[in-house]
């Protein structure tokens, strides 16, 4: 009984810093209609910027965040302006190529600077925990769920309070009502992008403190963030976190009470009941399109 | 919408186990011209940080058969390609290789995993291939004349040096209880099965055992369960990230445990020392090669790898020596055979002794290295020295370990 509560409460701690690793995969969709699988790429990048700053000048990973924020907001609209925009015709299938391309770009380019060795981010809290009832919980876990909490809940503020996230919930109802309106929808894809990105950092940090990673990590990252999303339905960002939760805590739970060769099962009979339910997701949308 | 958003993630499913490959002509091994080997390895997925180590012991090699005039007085250039780590894509490129390149010779890729499918297609075109990190029985099971694995001994019995260490100990010091946990992969699992049931014949309880899934990400519920379980000794079938993931999670839990070995990670220099720091004081591993080893050509070895790579002996990892044996054994076979014909080299390889940075390596019909066990390797003061068998030991073996620090 112990291990099983111990394992829902890692799982709910991890599954928060995969919901923010998958947040801007669905906000991305949500918006531009495309599917990122870049996005693991992108957390890894987010981890190496922080590794830079934690190796060369002893900054706190989290404390990184102030600057490598910005600087990947910055990036993902530059990426998005150069390699996104520019596909105007059969986006979701040319945007798998187009960002996969990006992931194979970004990985190569970390391999060449970083080499492919695994490296983990270093705090003085690292291996810090403290005790709860029979067991120990770790700082570096609570820390980056507190963290995920902040980013997940000023996404919020910013799509729920601001003219700016309300144009990218118009974007993301209906792209061409939105430009009918006046809303600059080519402007608000660049900023989601960049918004994709900046949490791609965030996530990536609280990965890189609890995972030892090298440029070809993103892999395994980005089939399980694209599973989330499709679980909590796609372009839904609640949908993403309570899928990112379902996941982490049924698989942690399914390994340490049967066997951890079946948790990822576990997980997929999950889903897989959800999808012949509600095959929009959780909290997915259903689109009808005129064909 | 949604078929066509099914389609694309379905297609980016398949995007991500695909690869794309070089390709460039070589010339026929006849007379002294220069020659192209060919190696499929991973620079990028699960093992792209065993893919870069490889090359570097394939890379010096090189170096240094063309440095005393060639293999058999051929140049020989090495020609890469990338497999992603993925067992479809390994098996494409040897075909490539020898059909489209039509290189001379191959040298083998990393892992059982890998190694497994590869060795079925280039035994088909009658190539030799010494490999230097496939050694699961699973490799063995289809009994082909054309595999020699390149290190002392079967990876079976990598831990049976362990566990004659433990059960040697005397009855009051000796671990009452075992924790295992191993990926479900040909090169670990049989590894902690055989240790198993060897320590268990020796009246040592099992207080855990599990096996998970090569592609599992989050190993904080399965270390857990370990550190749970208090057990006095713990042995893991693990690679690079679940080896450092573990130890951290036991550091986290403090749990410290008499005794830990790892089948890899703690061999692969400062990619495992980097994120524990000194915490891997005590940790084992079962180990053919060591920086500071005696054996033929090793002090060389190291010497030259520092030169060409920099860096300090500690970096290098096991597994570029591993790779550079390949090119010596390879050198010697061809010297005896007095030929680089693949059948030749089948021929020669499976008869006499040959030397490596590893020592001495011989192999029975079906490629198996005669040896049985391997040394221990444990970290102490910040380096992985060989810490038994006695007669091959630096140090003394650290017991019980230090508690974390």
Not at chain 1, 19 to 37: D, E, H, K
Not at chain 2, 111 to 117: D, G, K, N, R, Y
Request: charged fraction near 10%; charge should be neutral.
């Amino acid at each position: 009984m112990k291990l099983v509560v111990e394992a829902a409460v890692l799982g709910v701690l991890t599954g928060g810093v995969y919901a923010l690793m998958a947040s801007g995969l669905t906000l991305i969709f949500g918006v531009m209609r495309i599917i990122n699988v870049g996005q693991g790429a992108l957390v890894i990048l987010g981890a190496y910027l922080t590794f830079v700053l934690n190796r060369s000048w002893h900054v706190d990973p989290f404390l990184g965040l102030v600057l490598t924020m910005p600087l990947m907001f910055a990036l993902g609209v530059l990426l998005q302006l150069v390699f996104i925009r520019p596909l105007r015709t059969d986006r979701e299938a040319l945007s798998v190529l187009v960002t996969y391309a990006i992931a194979l770009g970004i990985e190569g380019a970390l391999g060449y600077v970083f080499t492919t060795n695994y490296v983990q981010l270093r705090a003085w809290y690292e291996n810090a925990s403290f005790p709860v009832f029979s067991f120990r919980i770790t700082y570096v876990y609570v820390l980056g769920f507190v963290v995920c909490l902040g980013v997940l809940g000023t996404l919020f503020l910013l799509l729920y309070r601001t003219t700016l996230g309300g144009a990218i919930r118009a974007t993301m109802l209906n792209r061409t009502a939105a430009q009918l309106i006046g809303i600059d929808v080519d402007r608000v894809s660049a900023i989601a992008f960049g918004i994709g990105m900046a949490t791609a950092a965030a996530g990536g940090v609280v990965f890189g403190l609890t995972n030892a990673f090298n440029p070809g990590s993103h892999y395994d990252l980005i089939s399980r963030l694209l599973t989330i999303i499709v679980l909590g339905g796609l372009g839904s960002l609640r949908g993403a976190i309570i899928a990112a939760l379902i996941m982490l805590v049924t698989e942690d739970i399914t390994a340490v009470v049967v066997s951890p060769v079946w948790a990822s099962f576990a997980f997929f009979v999950i889903l897989v009941a959800v999808l012949i339910i509600r095959p929009q997701g959780l909290y997915g949308v259903r689109v009808r399109e005129r064909i | 919408m949604r078929n066509r958003i099914g389609f694309a993630i379905a297609g980016a499913a398949l995007v991500l186990s695909a690869c794309g490959t070089g390709a460039a002509s070589s010339p026929s091994p006849q007379s002294t011209e220069p020659i192209t080997i060919g190696v499929s390895l991973s620079f990028s997925g699960d093992f792209s940080g065993d893919g870069k180590a490889l090359q570097q012991g394939y890379d010096l090699w090189a170096q240094d058969v063309n440095a005393k005039g060639g293999l058999l007085g051929h140049h020989v250039t090495m020609k890469y390609v990338d497999d992603a780590s993925s067992t479809q894509q390994v098996v494409s490129n040897y075909q490539s290789l020898i059909t489209q390149d039509k290189v001379a010779l191959v040298f083998g890729p990393f892992s059982s995993l890998l190694t497994i499918p590869a060795s079925t297609v280039v035994d088909r075109y009658g190539y030799a291939f010494p490999e230097p990190a496939g050694g699961g029985p699973q490799v063995f099971a289809r009994k082909l004349h054309s595999i020699f694995f390149v290190q002392p001994a079967t990876v079976e019995d990598n831990l049976v040096s362990y566990t004659k260490w433990l059960l040697a100990l005397p009855a009051s010091q000796r671990p009452q209880s075992v924790a295992y946990a191993t990926q479900d992969d040909p090169f670990t699992q049989p590894q902690v099965d055989r240790a198993k049931s060897l320590l268990e014949a020796g009246g040592i309880t099992t207080a855990s055992y599990k096996v998970y899934p090569a592609e599992t990400t989050d190993f904080t519920p399965l270390a857990l369960q370990v550190a749970n379980s208090k057990a006095d000794a713990v042995i893991l079938g693990t690679q690079l990230p679940d080896a450092i993931a573990f130890v951290k999670t036991f550091i986290q839990q403090h749990y410290n445990p008499k005794t830990i070995i790892e089948t890899t990670g703690p061999d692969q220099g400062s990619s495992f020392s980097g994120p524990l720091g000194a915490n891997t004081e005590g940790i084992m591993v079962p180990a053919g090669w060591t920086a500071a080893a005696k054996a033929y050509g090793n002090p060389t070895f190291v010497q030259k790898f520092l030169a060409k790579f920099g860096g300090s002996a500690g970096d290098i990892s096991a597994d570029a020596a591993e790779a550079y044996s390949v090119g010596q054994v390879v050198d010697q076979a061809a010297t005896k055979a007095g030929s680089i014909d693949n059948k030749k080299l089948i021929d020669a390889l499976h008869s006499g002794t040959y030397q490596t940075v590893q020592g001495p390596i011989s192999f029975d019909s079906i490629g198996q290295p005669h040896g049985v066990g391997v040394y221990i390797e444990q970290w102490q003061g910040g380096s992985a020295l060989f810490v038994y068998p006695p007669q091959a030991a630096l140090a003394k073996p650290e017991y019980p370990k230090p508690t974390w620090q």
